[in-house]
């Protein structure tokens, strides 16, 4: 079945740097969209980015845009995410995320078929 483990988070000061890593497994990701998305402690989980797996084709929220970079290695089945110029607000439950491209719909709000466990980014000010 399909699996998705996040790793990287941890501490970091505002204005720090961390990159998250997604290994997916399972199957081949070939036609699916992979996603990040994160969760703050009471509030609604929201889109951050994401990346088709053939083409690398990139969609980012716009709190996210200029800092954050979504990207994927297809030959280890695993996506990225590098979190630069890191703000207090970034604080989260960071989840990886995977969808068939075929299911349609918008990127930002479709419903994923696969999610992680989730990894924890805290930032201090």
């Known amino acids: 079945q399909v699996q998705l483990v996040e790793s990287g988070g941890g501490l970091v000061q505002a204005g720090g740097s961390l990159r998250l890593s997604c290994a997916a497994s399972?199957?081949?990701?070939?036609?699916?969209?992979m996603g990040w998305f994160r969760q703050a402690p009471g509030k609604e989980r929201e889109f951050v980015a994401a990346?088709?797996?053939?083409?690398?084709?990139?969609y980012y929220a716009d709190s996210v845009k200029g800092r954050f970079t979504i990207s994927r290695d297809n030959a280890k089945n695993t996506v990225y995410l590098q979190m630069n110029s890191l703000k207090p607000e970034d604080t989260a439950v960071y989840y990886c995320?995977?969808?068939?491209?075929?299911?349609?719909?918008?990127?930002?709000?479709?419903?994923?078929?696969?999610w992680g466990q989730g990894t924890q980014v805290t930032v201090s000010a």
């Open positions: 995320a995977a969808d068939r491209i075929s299911s349609g719909g918008s990127y930002y709000t479709r419903e994923y078929d696969y």
């Open positions: 399972g199957r081949t990701f070939s036609g699916y969209v």
């Open positions: 990346i088709t797996w053939n083409s690398g084709s990139t």
